[in-house]
């Protein structure tokens, strides 16, 4: 099984803000520290929003935080969040049957 980088950066992003807590993390920082586009990244850090994932503080001090402690979030469950579109294993797709 192949993770799109929509997946990879889910979990950077995750982790980056898992680390850094209780300080807030903003999508800037983390795009420079790991090299990726702010654009992909806003984009992702709006689906782990939207999928309860993170909590996005707004306004000049804002930033995202972790919307339920770390241990709570199953890299399983981010993982099936994230490739909603992709079967998990090859054979499960009906091209393949």
Do not use: W
Not at 8 to 31: C, G, M, N, W
């Amino acid at each position: 099984m192949r993770l799109t980088l929509f997946t990879d950066y889910a979990f950077r992003l995750l982790i980056k803000v898992a680390v850094t807590e209780p300080d807030l993390v903003t999508i800037s920082q983390t795009a420079e520290s790991y090299g990726i586009s702010r654009n992909h990244l806003t984009k992702i850090a709006n689906e782990l929003v939207r999928g309860g994932y993170l909590t996005a503080v707004r306004g000049r001090s804002g930033g995202l935080r972790l919307a339920k402690p770390a241990a709570a979030i199953n890299v399983g469950e981010v993982v099936r969040f994230c490739e909603s579109d992709a079967p998990l294993v090859e054979c499960f797709d009906r091209i393949n049957n």
